[in-house]
């Protein structure tokens, strides 16, 4: 079962990813995007949080973001 967010908490989430995990956002949207295949939000969701010990609110804002930019280059 998914959690929904509101957009506000999710940019404050975005905001301290690197202060809560170490690494920098770009670092995190690359690993999604390096990482294997997944299709499914859940999917991708739960390999991040496994490969890297991320709290689901943590993986949940990286992988939301992650879809944002994805579907932002398609429409560009």
């Known amino acids: 079962m998914s959690v929904e967010?509101?957009?506000?908490?999710?940019?404050?989430?975005?905001?301290?990813?690197?202060?809560?995990?170490?690494?920098?956002?770009?670092?995190?949207?690359?690993?999604?995007?390096?990482?294997?295949?997944?299709?499914?939000?859940?999917?991708?969701?739960?390999?991040l949080r496994g490969a890297h010990e991320l709290s689901y609110g943590q993986a949940k804002a990286i992988i939301h973001e992650y879809d944002l930019r994805r579907a932002a280059r398609k429409r560009g």
């Open 5 to 47: 967010f509101s957009e506000e908490t999710h940019r404050n989430m975005i905001s301290r990813i690197h202060r809560t995990t170490g690494r920098e956002l770009a670092d995190w949207l690359r690993t999604v995007d390096e990482g294997p295949s997944l299709v499914r939000f859940e999917e991708k969701l739960s390999w």
